[in-house]
């Protein structure tokens, strides 16, 4: 569930502390800054067009005055009953509800007063900001025009930074030829940037096409995903993220298919086939629905007709539960069968042309014998 970022000092103290190491980092390394970041800790900058909300990393608490911008994550579930649990707390600049049992946010206007993170006004976007985030200049430890730094909102792409702290993508790329963003402040070295590919960004994260090219955090087992790499796991089944890669007949890891607990690879429940696995011609033996407690595909009972006789001579084969499929097609011996009499089978195949003439039997040629042999108007 996304919120809107909640400053403190503590964690003024903590971003600074992380600034500097980052750029300590960047002295020595001389090389592309990215990281894995809480995106619900890093404000925003911007307004509309410019928040999180897209990607896999996030659920996105849907806006009704452009709270944290677009990009149209998943929906927040909530009651009436459970609007702080669901989506968030109240403070001077958004006010949350529960509309349709979906999680919605308001702004106050900019400009109202607030007390939250040592603020004073509101930015009409949900956030309590600084005096100096919202004056249209570049000041205090800002990296570009209002915005990066400790206490201003995160800066978007082509905006000046200093560290992945003061970027929303989460990548901080070293400036070319004093290029560092126009009108960056003094501590910015660089420009932020959107990351193309998971290389670029810290183990545990990824980069999410989503969300802009935002290095997002990799999510946890069950949450909701559609490709491997936004799992920590690496998997990505049934459109969450599974412990393992579930791959097999009947295995399934969301809790709609199993009935059990999603994010753990299980079989489907019997008696469905959510994933079409199963065939049911009567060839197979199968029944076309999943066993329920093996991975398989459950099986017809035996005695089942599974391919019914073919011509006089032929047996209909039936299903044996303890093996897979029909078995092989077979025929009678030299007896009697269904031939007209006095010919009988000759052991050879199924068909009419396999019912022939026994010993002691009037015949016209050889191949209307068993013997193969007509002497004489008599088989051999």
């Known amino acids: 569930m996304r919120r809107l970022p909640e400053r403190s000092t503590s964690r003024r103290a903590r971003l600074g502390a992380l600034t500097l190491a980052a750029i300590v980092l960047l002295m020595f390394e001389g090389c592309t800054l990215v990281a894995s970041i809480d995106r619900t800790q890093i404000p925003h900058v911007d307004g509309a067009g410019h928040g999180h909300g897209g990607g896999e990393h996030s659920s996105g608490v849907p806006t009704s005055s452009g709270v944290g911008g677009s990009g149209g994550g998943l929906a927040v579930e909530c009651t009436v009953e459970d609007v702080v649990g669901a989506c968030g707390l109240d403070t001077s600049c958004r006010k949350f509800a529960c509309v349709d049992a979906t999680c919605s946010v308001t702004a106050a206007p900019a400009g109202t007063p607030c007390s939250e993170d040592n603020g004073i006004a509101c930015d009409g976007k949900g956030n309590c900001l600084d005096a100096h985030c919202g004056n249209g200049a570049i000041d205090g430890n800002e990296t570009d025009l209002d915005c990066g730094g400790t206490t201003c909102l995160a800066c978007v792409n082509g905006r000046a930074c200093a560290s992945l702290f003061d970027c929303e993508s989460g990548v901080c790329s070293p400036a070319?030829?004093?290029?560092?963003?126009?009108?960056?402040?003094?501590?910015?070295?660089?420009?932020?940037?959107?990351?193309?590919?998971?290389?670029?960004?810290?183990?545990?994260?990824?980069?999410?096409?989503?969300?802009?090219?935002?290095?997002?955090?990799?999510?946890?087992?069950?949450?909701?995903?559609?490709?491997?790499?936004?799992?920590?796991?690496?998997?990505?089944?049934?459109?969450?993220?599974?412990?393992?890669?579930?791959?097999?007949?009947?295995?399934?890891?969301?809790?709609?298919?199993?009935?059990?607990?999603?994010?753990?690879?299980?079989?489907?429940?019997?008696?469905?086939?959510?994933?079409?696995?199963?065939?049911?011609?009567?060839?197979?033996?199968?029944?076309?629905?999943?066993?329920?407690?093996?991975?398989?595909?459950?099986?017809?009972?035996?005695?089942?007709?599974?391919?019914?006789?073919?011509?006089?001579?032929?047996?209909?084969?039936?299903?044996?539960?303890?093996?897979?499929?029909?078995?092989?097609?077979?025929h009678a011996g030299q007896t009697f069968g269904a031939c007209a009499s006095p010919k009988v089978c000759d052991g050879l195949g199924p068909g009419e042309d396999h019912c022939k003439y026994p010993s002691g039997e009037m015949c016209n040629d050889d191949v209307d014998c068993i013997s193969g042999n007509c002497s004489n108007g008599v088989c051999g």
Not at 200 to 221: E, F, I, M, N, W
Not at 225 to 245: K, R, Y
Not at 292 to 319: D, F, I, K, Q
């Open 176 to 330: 070319m030829s004093g290029a560092a963003g126009a009108g960056g402040g003094p501590m910015a070295a660089g420009i932020c940037v959107a990351c193309t590919d998971s290389f670029q960004c810290a183990p545990g994260s990824y980069c999410d096409p989503k969300a802009g090219g935002t290095c997002s955090a990799r999510l946890a087992v069950a949450q909701k995903c559609t490709v491997d790499d936004a799992c920590a796991s690496g998997h990505c089944v049934d459109g969450i993220c599974c412990a393992t890669s579930c791959i097999g007949t009947c295995l399934a890891c969301h809790e709609e298919k199993t009935g059990k607990a999603s994010g753990l690879c299980e079989p489907v429940a019997a008696g469905i086939d959510p994933d079409s696995e199963c065939p049911d011609s009567p060839m197979s033996c199968l029944t076309g629905m999943c066993d329920g407690s093996s991975g398989v595909c459950a099986r017809t009972p035996s005695g089942t007709v599974c391919r019914p006789a073919a011509g006089p001579c032929g047996l209909a084969e039936l299903c044996d539960d303890s093996v897979e499929g029909c078995p092989a097609d077979a």
